[in-house]
Structure formats: structure tokens, C-alpha cells
């Protein structure tokens, strides 16, 4: 690390604590909340020392990506906060640099995260190790060796759905310079009962639904298969599918996979063969046939799906037929053929199919083996996977064969675990030279004893009772268990002479219990023998030897006539036993680095913590103990230098330089402290403090001091900026000053120089215009001089002409020249005078403009006088006439059409010469006042509208009308009886006379007429009554008015009449009370 690099440690920004072994106080519930309160930060991650705890988060996490490759890529363990990388740093940094040969041991229980952390580990070395095109084609292989092993050996389960039914230890071997130079795969115990049941909920092993779903059509057709799950017996229906899981996609992974890890396509082919033979294996069925001795004997019910088998991995049908049938026994010489039942056949038919199945997948693991192995023979460092199913200790009575095989496989590891960090403890302690105090833990070789002991452990004696002749059963085999093992402090069983679990009801009979390092455990014996022998009828793997698929034929070397041996082959105990001692050794020789994987809940979901759950895994993966053994001595450990880096602010001596070796520091800054001296040592290179306090101890008083430095750094860093701004503002200041100032006078010397100008200006003004006024004076004096003497010299001329010139002779002219021209205008007046008539426009022209007013005048006076001599020509008749006509024309110009017509006619007054004509003599006799007017009119009859001629005569008290023929008088009405005459607007001549209701006339009623000299007569009529009676008649005049007749009102109504009426107006009546007169239209 660079000096300049910020140097940080796991201590820092710690989430409750982030290394276990500091942990106060040390115990299950606070380890527990200490791990939940990290899990809920999503801080998954927690040490023991150096061992990695994992919680299962159970969602992806941000915390893989490349940058944080690079973050703990080269960092010192504890130096970030705790990380899987970190743990794979450290191992490939000392496997590289220190030549240490790694182990790397992953345990946990199903879903803990096994897998996925080994995952981690490899891609994480992948990313930091050596690059070039030959290491990148290694690091691929290896890495793609996964998902093939996966596809299958993986199968989902309730626990898991990706679950890893087989142990996996793999070295991954690098050179010197720690370029990855290939890999060795070893698996452990392929679950293979999977291939022929699963449990409820369960699936089988993923490539089969991968096969199926992913296939192309002809691949499908190729192996005589079907896409449809529910065809095959050995599918489990209920969880065919797994959310989140595309198996078709899945399936293409595996074979892109499968490529690169160097597969050819004839062998990815074949393995597919002996997948579907597998497969199809299941759906052959028995049926019982009799026999001659009584005896059931079974036959394949379907042929057809035989012949298919067959021919998959090319059998002859009659071969397999017969080894279904069929069990020969060998002994020495002797052979002998029983036949099988149905049952026997089907137990024969499955352990065909779990031996094909798990035969396939160690040669699977072999041939990648041989893909990845490394191609040189120079040394090689080696850091090992180990990738193991963990402890099972669930369900009463639920706990098999496989599980007691796989919890003494994590029994062993525990073991060396251990041992390990008990030698590794040991080993510091004794290379820094401290002395090593002895540590009390729990040991479980006892245990591992139990079982492995050659003679009298479980392992051995179940070997013995499957080998054993006579009738051997799994209670036999308990049986044996009790007489041996009974003593065993940590075995029990209800049968053992110990009488102390006799009435112990939690262990039933068919069980035995045994007491392991992490709880005890209850197995059911049922199936161990049988399971133990893993037995496959040698018919069966000589019928398969016989077949001409390659693979299918390599498969089963032991079916090899030639080759038989009589021997039984090794039992399953004994072969896991020896591979786990194998294991072993290997692992014994490797530093070990361990990640103990934690489920955090059943639901495989995210965000729960599920106490109960996490505190069992805690208990058998047995990190108390690890806590306990890893702090017996010394809590906490760090090399010098960084611990003087860390703590050497809190001695004045070390800081903030020291310079002296950073031993000889760390001692002086412990001394200064106080720290008693039992609570530490000095080691060659490093610190040992012993209690977790004291390093809290020291963290806090390193954070105080920190704040305290912080607060002095801060306290100096404003003094100084507060200075330096002083000094900018003060500097700043005088520059402002001088600036100002110097402005200021620049303006004072303007202003003053300004001022001086006005002040000479305004002198030099005055002076000037005391000048100016005094030559003005000057010249005013000589200009008053030369006009004295001008006026003087012209008054004495003046004098001396006078005598020569008239004075007034302009003004005389002119009025002389005015009257002339007056002369002129008015003798040119009286030569063009106009006529003496009135309505004569003519007038002279005016012959000056400057006459315009008198020439008016003129003109107006003489028409008015001109008017004057007319008007005096007038007679009195004359008078009396226009006065009349005067009169109608107030009354009906602008009102009656008829007027204009009436205008030119004299109103004559008597037409009728009454007293000359002899015809009316008689009339003329009755009427002795003088007659104003005289003429025949028409009378309107009011029934039909004919007109009846009538004389009409106006005196100057009444009117009559009398017959035209005779004389006779018809009506007489003294004009005070009239109220007024009616007409209407038009042309026509029909009028009406009313009289006043009461007097005798009105009992005839109004008088309707019509006559051409309306106009003269209703003037007349007007004029005499206002002349005798000093009462104006009312003059109407409308288009429509009311007649009173007799009793009658009727109304007269005057309308346009049609051209072909001629031009007289006609009268009609319409109705009682309605008569039309049609007048011409105009
Ligand atoms: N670090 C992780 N980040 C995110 N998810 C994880 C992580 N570890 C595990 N998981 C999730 O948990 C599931 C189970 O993990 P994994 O298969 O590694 O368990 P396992 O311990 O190998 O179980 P088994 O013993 O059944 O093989 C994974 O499929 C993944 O979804
Ligand atoms: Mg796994």
C-alpha cells in the first residue's frame, strides 16, 4: 500500500462488531443479535478471526461487482470490513506469495450458500489472478466446469432449489506466479435414490427437465423421447417447474458449457443416451407370470418401451429382458439361476437406473477432470474447494443412511477444523515467541471414533453385518450396535444394556442416537444394510457390459466376464469412509480458510431472520467454540506498524511521528496508557491484547482523540482561514484606500480648478460688459447728438419751407375721388332699375366690392317699397278675398291634397244667382238674410253612398240645403248647432258637418257631402260661424272619421281606389257602421 493511501480498518464504521472473537460478552444471544443487527444492514458478512461467517441474504447484493474486486483486491484481512474477497485474497496472497498450499472449506446446511460462495471464491480468483489467452481458456474451463456439474448433480429441493445432492472437492492449481494452471474435481456420495423417487415436493436431477424442455424436436425424436414431463415415471409431477428457473435456457448454458469445458459432440451426445436411458428406465413395468413351481416370475409389460431402451444404448432386448428376470449367483465353480419377482424385478430395474445415473456422473466428473487437469508436471500450489453438504440434525426419525455418512463426514471436518486452528494458534504463538497456555476445548476424535473405528465402529460393524451370512436385517444390525457401542459415552439407544434410556420415549426402538460435537442426533436404522451393499445384480452390469454404446460399456467394468470377481465389491460405508480419509490427508496438508455458511430462514425469502433457526446452525456448526478456542489465549492480534499507525495519536511521544522501530512505539504508547501489563504481550511481530475491553478500550479513546484532533485540526484550520481573510480584507482595504483617495483629490483638484474658471469668467464677463455699457453709452451719446441735430436741422428746413407745401391736400383727394365714384354708382342705379312686380328677382350687379352692405340694402328697401305700391292698388273686395284665401290656405296647405287644385280659383261665393234665377224664386223668398255662398253639392244617402244633388246655402246665422229642382228647403241649421266639419287628406271633395247633440238638427243626424269647391266652401263655413257665433268650428282632417246617423255613429273610412274606378272618388257602404270612399289614387 502507498503511503499515500487512506489506511482503514475492520474497526471502522463497524456494525455491531464485525470479528466475533470481540465480541462482549461472549455469549449465544449476543452472538445472535450481533449477527442479526449485521444481517439487517446487510452486512452478511462477519468474522471469527479469520473464518468468514455467511448469512444467506437470499437476494442479490451490490457487493460483487468489479469495483469491489478492486477494493479488497491486495488489502490486509482486517483491514476492510468483513468480506468473502477478503478471505479469498488472503488465501491466494499467501498461496502466491508464501507458498502455502490453500484449503478453502465451505460447510452449512442446505441453502446456506455453499455453492454460491464457492462460486464466489473462484470468480473472484479468476478476476485477480494472471490474464493472457492460454489462463483465460483455464480460468474459463474451470469455471464452466459448474453449471455442467450442476445441471447434474443438482436437484431441487424443499430446502433448496438448486440444492447440491453431492459433495464437491476441487483443487484449482496455480504456478508460481499464481497463473491458474488446471483443476482435480472429486465428488463425494452422489445422492442417486433421487433418480428413481423424490421426496413430495421435489424434483429430480435438473438435466432431465432441462433435456426435455430444452431439446430441439429432432434431438428429442433422436433419443425417442417426449417434451411431456408426465410421461416418465421417475418425474416427480408435483414441482415439475421452479419459479425462476428457465430450464430450456438452462439447457443451453449447460451445453455452451459442456463445449467449452472440451466436451466433443459425439461424447455430449452419448451422455444424453444414457440420461434418456435412464429416464426410460422407469417407465418399464412388470407383470407377474406363473410357473410351473408355484413360483411368481415377473416379464416386462411393454415391450415397446424396452425395444427403445435397447436400442439407446444398443442392447440386445432378450439380454436386458433376462437380466430383469433372471439373478445368478456365482460361487467358486458353481452357478446358480433364481428367477426374480415382480418386486425384485423393479428393485432390480431402480438400482439399474441409480447405478447408470451415478456411474455417469463420476465419469462426468473424470472427463472434465481430464479437461481441466493441468498440462504441465513443474510443481504446482494447489488451493482447494471444498463445497460439502452440512450437519443435518432435523426431524425426528427422518435422519437415513446418507445423512449419518454425511455428518461424519462433518464430524471429520470439524475435527481437523479444530486441530487446525488449535496447531495454527499454537504455531503464532510459538513463532512470536509467546508462551502458549493451554486451552481447554472439546474434542471430538471420540466421536469420530465411534464411527470409523476399524474394528468396533458403526461403519465396521455395519460392513460386517452385510457381509456377514444368514439372514441379515437392519435390526440385526441394531442389534449388533447395542451390544457393542452400548458403553460408548456418545452413543445411546433404547436397547442398550444401559438401562438409563430404557424408558427414554424420545428414542424409539429402530433408532440409535448419537451425541455429536454439535447436538445429538437421531437415525433410523431402516435401509442401511441395504444402502450399505448398494447392491446391482451382476446380471444386470453384465448385460450392460455387453452393450455397444462406448460409454454406457465403460461404464460397467465390472461386467466384464473375464474380468469377474467373486469378491463383493467395496460397501458404500467403507468407500465414503476412505474417501473422506483421503480428504483428510489432503486437507491436513493445506493452510485452511473456512466460510460457515447460515440460513437465515426456511422461506428461502429475503429480510427474515429467523432466531430459533440461525441459533441451532450456530450450535453444530459449533461457532461458540470456535469463538472460545480462537480467543483462549489472545483475543486479538495486529503486526506493529499498523498498530502504531492506528493508536499512535493517543501518546504524545508517538505522535505524530515516531521514530524509532514500530515495536519500541507500540510499547512506549501502551506504558503511557496505562494498560495493565497482563493484558498483553509482545510477539516477534506483533501485538497480543487479551481481552476484546481493552482494544474497545482503545478504539474509544482513539475516536475521542480523533474527535479532539479533529476539533484541533478544525480549531487551526479557522484561525488560519480567519487570518488569511484578515489580511486579504485588510490588504484589500489599503488598496481600496489609496484608490479613494487618490479619486478624491483628482475630484477636489476638478473642482477647484472649475471654480477658478468660473470665477476668472465671471470677472472677465463683468469686465467686458463694463466695457460694452461704456462704449454703448458712447455711441448712444453720439447717436442722441446727430438725432438733436437731425430734428433741429429739420425743424429750422422745415421753417424756412413751410410756405411752399398744402398740408392737407392727400385727404381732400380722396374724399373728392370717394364722392365721384358714389355719383357714378347711384345715377347707373336709377338708369337699371328693375320692374315695379313684386315677384320680379331681378337687381344690378354691384359694381365695387367695398358697396357689397349698401347694395344689400338697397335692394331690400326697394322690394319692400316696391310691395307697398302693389299692396296700395288693392279694393277692399279684393281685400276680403285674399283674406279668405288666406285663411284656407293656413287651414288646409300641407294637409288636404285637394288644396293646390283650389288655389288659382276665385271664391266666388254665389254661383248659383239665387235672387236673378227665376227657378228659385221661391227659395229666394224664404232666405231674407244676405247669401254668402251658393252651389249645388251632393248629398251622401247613408244607406247606400248614392250622392243626391242638394243646394247648398251659408247665410251668416244657418246653412240649408234645398232641393235642386224645386227649391224646396230640405234642412236648416243655425250654424250655433255645428261643432265641426270632417275630411279627409285626399283629393276628393267629401266632407261632413256635425251638429251638437241636443238641438233639433241632430235628430237627422251629421250631414255627409261632397263637393269639387270643398275648399271654398268649408273656409266660408268657418269664417261665418267665427264671424256670427264668436265660436271656431273644429276642422278635422283625417282618413277616417265618425258620422253620427240618427242613432248611428259610422265610420267613414278613405281608401286608394283601383285606377279602374276612373278619377272620381266613389262612396260605398260596406256595413252598418262602416262607409268606404275610394279616392283616385293620386
Ligand atoms: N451470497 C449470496 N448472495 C445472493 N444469494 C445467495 C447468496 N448465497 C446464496 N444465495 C441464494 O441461496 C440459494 C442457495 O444457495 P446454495 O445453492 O449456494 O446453497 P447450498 O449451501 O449450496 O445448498 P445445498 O447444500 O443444498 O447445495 C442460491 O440459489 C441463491 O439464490
Ligand atoms: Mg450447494
Same mark, same amino acid.
Given at each position: 500500500m502507498s503511503k499515500m493511501e487512506v489506511k482503514t480498518s475492520l474497526l471502522d464504521n463497524m456494525i455491531g462488531v464485525g470479528d466475533m472473537v470481540l465480541l462482549e460478552p461472549l455469549a449465544e444471544e449476543s452472538f445472535l443479535e450481533n449477527l442479526k443487527k449485521r444481517f439487517d444492514h446487510n452486512e452478511i458478512y462477519t468474522y471469527i478471526g479469520s473464518v468468514v461467517i455467511s448469512v444467506n441474504p437470499y437476494r442479490s447484493l451490490p457487493i460483487y461487482s468489479p469495483e469491489k474486486v478492486e477494493e479488497y483486491r491486495n488489502r490486509n484481512f482486517y483491514e476492510l470490513s468483513p468480506h468473502i474477497f477478503s478471505l479469498a485474497d488472503e488465501a491466494y496472497r499467501s498461496l502466491r506469495d508464501q507458498d502455502k498450499d490453500q484449503c478453502i472449506l465451505i460447510t452449512g446446511e442446505s441453502g446456506a450458500g455453499k455453492t454460491e460462495a464457492s462460486k464466489l471464491v473462484m470468480s473472484y480468483v479468476a478476476a485477480v489472478c494472471g490474464k493472457g489467452a492460454e489462463v483465460n481458456q483455464v480460468k474459463e474451463?474451470?469455471?464452466?466446469?459448474? /453449471?455442467?456439474?450442476? %445441471?447434474?448433480?443438482?436437484?431441487?429441493?424443499?430446502?433448496?432449489?438448486?440444492?447440491?445432492?453431492?459433495?464437491?472437492?476441487?483443487?484449482?492449481?496455480?504456478?508460481? $506466479?499464481?497463473?491458474?494452471?488446471?483443476?482435480?474435481?472429486?465428488?463425494?456420495?452422489?445422492?442417486?435414490?433421487?433418480?428413481? $423417487?423424490?421426496?413430495?415436493?421435489?424434483?429430480?436431477?435438473?438435466?432431465?427437465?432441462?433435456?426435455?424442455?430444452?431439446?430441439?424436436?429432432?434431438?428429442?425424436?433422436?433419443?425417442?423421447?417426449?417434451?411431456?414431463?408426465?410421461?416418465?415415471?421417475?418425474?416427480?409431477?408435483?414441482?415439475?417447474?421452479?419459479?425462476?428457473?428457465?430450464?430450456?435456457?438452462?439447457? @443451453?448454458?449447460?451445453?455452451?458449457?459442456?463445449?467449452?469445458?472440451?466436451f466433443m459432440d459425439d461424447e455430449t451426445q452419448s451422455v444424453l443416451e444414457v440420461v434418456s436411458a435412464v429416464l426410460k428406465l422407469g417407465n418399464i413395468e412388470f407383470k407377474p407370470e406363473s410357473?410351473?413351481?408355484?413360483?411368481?416370475?415377473?416379464?416386462?409389460?411393454?415391450?415397446?418401451?424396452?425395444?427403445?431402451?435397447?436400442?439407446l444404448i444398443g442392447i440386445e432386448q432378450t439380454v436386458l429382458e433376462r437380466a430383469f428376470s433372471f439373478r445368478t449367483v456365482e460361487a467358486k465353480q458353481e452357478k446358480v439361476s433364481t428367477t426374480l419377482n415382480v418386486a425384485q424385478a423393479y428393485y432390480a430395474r431402480d438400482a439399474l437406473a441409480k447405478n447408470l445415473y451415478s456411474r455417469l456422473f463420476s465419469w462426468l466428473v473424470n472427463r472434465i477432470n481430464e479437461s481441466i487437469k493441468a498440462q504441465t508436471k513443474t510443481r504446482k500450489k494447489v488451493m482447494g474447494v471444498l463445497d460439502i453438504y452440512g450437519f443435518e440434525i432435523f426431524e425426528v426419525g427422518h435422519i437415513v443412511f446418507e445423512q449419518f455418512i454425511i455428518n461424519y463426514c462433518n464430524e471429520k471436518l470439524q475435527q481437523i477444523f479444530i486441530e487446525l486452528t488449535l496447531r495454527e494458534e499454537q504455531e503464532?504463538?510459538?513463532?512470536?515467541?509467546?508462551?502458549?497456555?493451554?486451552?481447554?476445548?472439546?474434542?471430538?476424535?471420540?466421536?469420530?471414533?465411534?464411527?470409523?473405528?476399524?474394528?468396533?465402529?458403526?461403519?465396521?460393524?455395519?460392513?460386517?453385518?452385510?457381509?456377514?451370512?444368514?439372514?441379515?436385517?437392519?435390526?440385526?444390525?441394531?442389534?449388533?450396535?447395542?451390544?457393542?457401542?452400548?458403553?460408548?459415552?456418545?452413543?445411546?439407544?433404547?436397547?442398550?444394556?444401559?438401562?438409563?434410556?430404557?424408558?427414554?420415549?424420545?428414542?424409539?426402538?429402530?433408532?440409535?442416537?448419537?451425541?455429536?460435537?454439535?447436538?445429538?442426533?437421531?437415525?433410523?436404522?431402516?435401509?442401511?444394510?441395504?444402502?450399505?451393499?448398494?447392491?446391482?445384480?451382476?446380471?444386470?452390469?453384465?448385460?450392460?457390459?455387453?452393450?455397444?454404446?462406448?460409454?454406457?460399456?465403460?461404464?460397467? /467394468?465390472?461386467?466384464?466376464p473375464t474380468k469377474i470377481n467373486l469378491k463383493r465389491p467395496p460397501t458404500a460405508g467403507f468407500q465414503f469412509k476412505a474417501s473422506v480419509a483421503t480428504l483428510m490427508k489432503n486437507l491436513l496438508t493445506k493452510n485452511p480458510n473456512y466460510i460457515r455458511c447460515i440460513k437465515p430462514n426456511d422461506k428461502k425469502a429475503a429480510h427474515i431472520f429467523t432466531d430459533s433457526l440461525v441459533c441451532h446452525q450456530v450450535r453444530y456448526l459449533g461457532l461458540m467454540e470456535n469463538v472460545r478456542v480462537r480467543r483462549a489465549g489472545y483475543a486479538f492480534r495486529q503486526t506493529y506498524e499498523p498498530c502504531l499507525e492506528r493508536y499512535k495519536m493517543l501518546c504524545k511521544q508517538t505522535w505524530p511521528h515516531w521514530r524509532g522501530p514500530a515495536r519500541e512505539g507500540v510499547e512506549v504508547l501502551l506504558k503511557d496508557l496505562q494498560i495493565p501489563r497482563e493484558e498483553y504481550s509482545y510477539g516477534r511481530s506483533k501485538i497480543f491484547i487479551r481481552n476484546p475491553r481493552t482494544l474497545f478500550h482503545l478504539e474509544d479513546q482513539r475516536k475521542q482523540r480523533l474527535q479532539d484532533l479533529a476539533a484541533l485540526i478544525q480549531k487551526i484550520y479557522r484561525g488560519w482561514k480567519c487570518r488569511t481573510r484578515f489580511l486579504l480584507m485588510k490588504r484589500s482595504q489599503i488598496t481600496v484606500a489609496a484608490w479613494y483617495r487618490r479619486y478624491a483629490q483628482q475630484k477636489k483638484y476638478q473642482r477647484i480648478k472649475s471654480s477658478a474658471i468660473v470665477v476668472q469668467s465671471y470677472i472677465r464677463g463683468w469686465k467686458a460688459r463694463r466695457e460694452l455699457k461704456r462704449l454703448k453709452e458712447e455711441a448712444r451719446r453720439k447717436h442722441a447728438v446727430a438725432v438733436i441735430w437731425a430734428y433741429w436741422l429739420g425743424l429750422k428746413v422745415r421753417r424756412d419751407y413751410r410756405k411752399f407745401f398744402r398740408a392737407n391736400a392727400g385727404k381732400k383727394i380722396y374724399e373728392f375721388t370717394i364722392q365721384r365714384i358714389m355719383q357714378k354708382y347711384f345715377l347707373e342705379l336709377k338708369n337699371k332699375m328693375p320692374s315695379m312686380s313684386p315677384i320680379d328677382k331681378t337687381w344690378p350687379a354691384r359694381p365695387y366690392l367695398f358697396l357689397e352692405a349698401t347694395h344689400t340694402e338697397l335692394r331690400r328697401i326697394f322690394h319692400l317699397w316696391r310691395c307697398k305700391k302693389y299692396r296700395d292698388l288693392f279694393t277692399e273686395q279684393k281685400k276680403a278675398i285674399y283674406d279668405e284665401k288666406l285663411e284656407a290656405s293656413e287651414m288646409f296647405k300641407d294637409k288636404k291634397a285637394l288644396y293646390p287644385s283650389s288655389v288659382g280659383q276665385p271664391f266666388q261665393g254665389d254661383y248659383l244667382e239665387i235672387s236673378k234665377n227665376p227657378k228659385y224664386q221661391k227659395l229666394s223668398t224664404l232666405v231674407e238674410e244676405k247669401i254668402i255662398l251658393a252651389d249645388i253639392v251632393n248629398k251622401i244617402n247613408r244607406a247606400n253612398g248614392k250622392a243626391t244633388p242638394r243646394i247648398f246655402l251659408l247665410t251668416k246665422n244657418s246653412f240649408l240645403l234645398a232641393d235642386q229642382k224645386s227649391g224646396q228647403i230640405k234642412s236648416s241649421v243655425p250654424l250655433s248647432d255645428l261643432t265641426s266639419a270632417s275630411m279627409s287628406a285626399q283629393t276628393d271633395g267629401f266632407f261632413a258637418v256635425r251638429v251638437k247633440e241636443g238641438t233639433p238638427a241632430a235628430a237627422k243626424g251629421d250631414f255627409l257631402l261632397s263637393s269639387d @269647391?270643398?275648399?271654398?266652401?268649408?273656409?266660408?263655413?268657418?269664417?261665418?260661424?267665427?264671424?256670427?257665433?264668436?265660436?271656431?268650428?273644429?276642422?278635422?282632417?283625417?282618413?277616417?272619421?265618425?258620422?253620427?246617423?240618427?242613432?248611428?255613429?259610422?265610420?267613414?273610412?278613405?281608401?286608394?281606389?283601383? /285606377?279602374?274606378?276612373?278619377?272620381? %272618388? %266613389?262612396?260605398?257602404?260596406?256595413?252598418?257602421?262602416?262607409l268606404e270612399v275610394a279616392v283616385p289614387s293620386p
Amino acid at each position: 500500500m502507498s503511503k499515500m493511501e487512506v489506511k482503514t480498518s475492520l474497526l471502522d464504521n463497524m456494525i455491531g462488531v464485525g470479528d466475533m472473537v470481540l465480541l462482549e460478552p461472549l455469549a449465544e444471544e449476543s452472538f445472535l443479535e450481533n449477527l442479526k443487527k449485521r444481517f439487517d444492514h446487510n452486512e452478511i458478512y462477519t468474522y471469527i478471526g479469520s473464518v468468514v461467517i455467511s448469512v444467506n441474504p437470499y437476494r442479490s447484493l451490490p457487493i460483487y461487482s468489479p469495483e469491489k474486486v478492486e477494493e479488497y483486491r491486495n488489502r490486509n484481512f482486517y483491514e476492510l470490513s468483513p468480506h468473502i474477497f477478503s478471505l479469498a485474497d488472503e488465501a491466494y496472497r499467501s498461496l502466491r506469495d508464501q507458498d502455502k498450499d490453500q484449503c478453502i472449506l465451505i460447510t452449512g446446511e442446505s441453502g446456506a450458500g455453499k455453492t454460491e460462495a464457492s462460486k464466489l471464491v473462484m470468480s473472484y480468483v479468476a478476476a485477480v489472478c494472471g490474464k493472457g489467452a492460454e489462463v483465460n481458456q483455464v480460468k474459463e474451463q474451470l469455471l464452466q466446469s459448474n /453449471p455442467v456439474l450442476e %445441471a447434474f448433480g443438482n436437484a431441487k429441493t424443499v430446502r433448496n432449489d438448486n440444492s447440491s445432492r453431492f459433495g464437491k472437492y476441487m483443487d484449482i492449481e496455480f504456478d508460481f $506466479k499464481g497463473d491458474p494452471l488446471g483443476g482435480v474435481i472429486s465428488n463425494y456420495l452422489l445422492e442417486k435414490s433421487r433418480v428413481v $423417487k423424490q421426496p413430495r415436493g421435489e424434483r429430480n436431477f435438473h438435466v432431465f427437465y432441462q433435456l426435455l424442455s430444452g431439446a430441439p424436436d429432432d434431438m428429442l425424436k433422436k433419443l425417442n423421447l417426449e417434451r411431456d414431463f408426465s410421461k416418465y415415471n421417475y418425474l416427480g409431477l408435483d414441482s415439475a417447474t421452479v419459479n425462476g428457473v428457465d430450464d430450456a435456457a438452462n439447457f @443451453r448454458t449447460v451445453r455452451n458449457a459442456m463445449q467449452i469445458v472440451g466436451f466433443m459432440d459425439d461424447e455430449t451426445q452419448s451422455v444424453l443416451e444414457v440420461v434418456s436411458a435412464v429416464l426410460k428406465l422407469g417407465n418399464i413395468e412388470f407383470k407377474p407370470e406363473s410357473r410351473v413351481n408355484g413360483l411368481d416370475e415377473s416379464r416386462v409389460k411393454d415391450k415397446n418401451e424396452l425395444k427403445e431402451i435397447c436400442e439407446l444404448i444398443g442392447i440386445e432386448q432378450t439380454v436386458l429382458e433376462r437380466a430383469f428376470s433372471f439373478r445368478t449367483v456365482e460361487a467358486k465353480q458353481e452357478k446358480v439361476s433364481t428367477t426374480l419377482n415382480v418386486a425384485q424385478a423393479y428393485y432390480a430395474r431402480d438400482a439399474l437406473a441409480k447405478n447408470l445415473y451415478s456411474r455417469l456422473f463420476s465419469w462426468l466428473v473424470n472427463r472434465i477432470n481430464e479437461s481441466i487437469k493441468a498440462q504441465t508436471k513443474t510443481r504446482k500450489k494447489v488451493m482447494g474447494v471444498l463445497d460439502i453438504y452440512g450437519f443435518e440434525i432435523f426431524e425426528v426419525g427422518h435422519i437415513v443412511f446418507e445423512q449419518f455418512i454425511i455428518n461424519y463426514c462433518n464430524e471429520k471436518l470439524q475435527q481437523i477444523f479444530i486441530e487446525l486452528t488449535l496447531r495454527e494458534e499454537q504455531e503464532e504463538y510459538i513463532r512470536e515467541g509467546i508462551e502458549w497456555t493451554h486451552i481447554d476445548y472439546f474434542n471430538n476424535a471420540i466421536i469420530c471414533d465411534l464411527i470409523e473405528n476399524n474394528t468396533n465402529g458403526i461403519l465396521a460393524m455395519l460392513d460386517e453385518e452385510c457381509l456377514r451370512p444368514g439372514t441379515v436385517s437392519d435390526e440385526t444390525f441394531l442389534e449388533k450396535l447395542n451390544q457393542i457401542c452400548a458403553g460408548h459415552e456418545h452413543f445411546e439407544s433404547r436397547m442398550s444394556k444401559n438401562s438409563k434410556f430404557l424408558n427414554d420415549h424420545t428414542l424409539p426402538h429402530n433408532c440409535f442416537r448419537i451425541q455429536h460435537y454439535a447436538g445429538k442426533v437421531l437415525y433410523r436404522v431402516e435401509g442401511f444394510v441395504d444402502k450399505n451393499n448398494d447392491l446391482l445384480y451382476r446380471d444386470l452390469s453384465q448385460a450392460m457390459w455387453k452393450a455397444s454404446h462406448n460409454l454406457v460399456k465403460s461404464l460397467f /467394468p465390472d461386467g466384464n466376464p473375464t474380468k469377474i470377481n467373486l469378491k463383493r465389491p467395496p460397501t458404500a460405508g467403507f468407500q465414503f469412509k476412505a474417501s473422506v480419509a483421503t480428504l483428510m490427508k489432503n486437507l491436513l496438508t493445506k493452510n485452511p480458510n473456512y466460510i460457515r455458511c447460515i440460513k437465515p430462514n426456511d422461506k428461502k425469502a429475503a429480510h427474515i431472520f429467523t432466531d430459533s433457526l440461525v441459533c441451532h446452525q450456530v450450535r453444530y456448526l459449533g461457532l461458540m467454540e470456535n469463538v472460545r478456542v480462537r480467543r483462549a489465549g489472545y483475543a486479538f492480534r495486529q503486526t506493529y506498524e499498523p498498530c502504531l499507525e492506528r493508536y499512535k495519536m493517543l501518546c504524545k511521544q508517538t505522535w505524530p511521528h515516531w521514530r524509532g522501530p514500530a515495536r519500541e512505539g507500540v510499547e512506549v504508547l501502551l506504558k503511557d496508557l496505562q494498560i495493565p501489563r497482563e493484558e498483553y504481550s509482545y510477539g516477534r511481530s506483533k501485538i497480543f491484547i487479551r481481552n476484546p475491553r481493552t482494544l474497545f478500550h482503545l478504539e474509544d479513546q482513539r475516536k475521542q482523540r480523533l474527535q479532539d484532533l479533529a476539533a484541533l485540526i478544525q480549531k487551526i484550520y479557522r484561525g488560519w482561514k480567519c487570518r488569511t481573510r484578515f489580511l486579504l480584507m485588510k490588504r484589500s482595504q489599503i488598496t481600496v484606500a489609496a484608490w479613494y483617495r487618490r479619486y478624491a483629490q483628482q475630484k477636489k483638484y476638478q473642482r477647484i480648478k472649475s471654480s477658478a474658471i468660473v470665477v476668472q469668467s465671471y470677472i472677465r464677463g463683468w469686465k467686458a460688459r463694463r466695457e460694452l455699457k461704456r462704449l454703448k453709452e458712447e455711441a448712444r451719446r453720439k447717436h442722441a447728438v446727430a438725432v438733436i441735430w437731425a430734428y433741429w436741422l429739420g425743424l429750422k428746413v422745415r421753417r424756412d419751407y413751410r410756405k411752399f407745401f398744402r398740408a392737407n391736400a392727400g385727404k381732400k383727394i380722396y374724399e373728392f375721388t370717394i364722392q365721384r365714384i358714389m355719383q357714378k354708382y347711384f345715377l347707373e342705379l336709377k338708369n337699371k332699375m328693375p320692374s315695379m312686380s313684386p315677384i320680379d328677382k331681378t337687381w344690378p350687379a354691384r359694381p365695387y366690392l367695398f358697396l357689397e352692405a349698401t347694395h344689400t340694402e338697397l335692394r331690400r328697401i326697394f322690394h319692400l317699397w316696391r310691395c307697398k305700391k302693389y299692396r296700395d292698388l288693392f279694393t277692399e273686395q279684393k281685400k276680403a278675398i285674399y283674406d279668405e284665401k288666406l285663411e284656407a290656405s293656413e287651414m288646409f296647405k300641407d294637409k288636404k291634397a285637394l288644396y293646390p287644385s283650389s288655389v288659382g280659383q276665385p271664391f266666388q261665393g254665389d254661383y248659383l244667382e239665387i235672387s236673378k234665377n227665376p227657378k228659385y224664386q221661391k227659395l229666394s223668398t224664404l232666405v231674407e238674410e244676405k247669401i254668402i255662398l251658393a252651389d249645388i253639392v251632393n248629398k251622401i244617402n247613408r244607406a247606400n253612398g248614392k250622392a243626391t244633388p242638394r243646394i247648398f246655402l251659408l247665410t251668416k246665422n244657418s246653412f240649408l240645403l234645398a232641393d235642386q229642382k224645386s227649391g224646396q228647403i230640405k234642412s236648416s241649421v243655425p250654424l250655433s248647432d255645428l261643432t265641426s266639419a270632417s275630411m279627409s287628406a285626399q283629393t276628393d271633395g267629401f266632407f261632413a258637418v256635425r251638429v251638437k247633440e241636443g238641438t233639433p238638427a241632430a235628430a237627422k243626424g251629421d250631414f255627409l257631402l261632397s263637393s269639387d @269647391r270643398l275648399i271654398e266652401i268649408v273656409t266660408k263655413l268657418y269664417r261665418t260661424c267665427l264671424s256670427s257665433t264668436k265660436e271656431k268650428i273644429n276642422i278635422e282632417i283625417s282618413d277616417e272619421f265618425l258620422v253620427q246617423f240618427k242613432q248611428d255613429k259610422v265610420c267613414v273610412k278613405f281608401v286608394q281606389g283601383s /285606377p279602374k274606378n276612373g278619377s272620381v %272618388a %266613389a262612396c260605398k257602404r260596406k256595413n252598418n257602421r262602416l262607409l268606404e270612399v275610394a279616392v283616385p289614387s293620386p
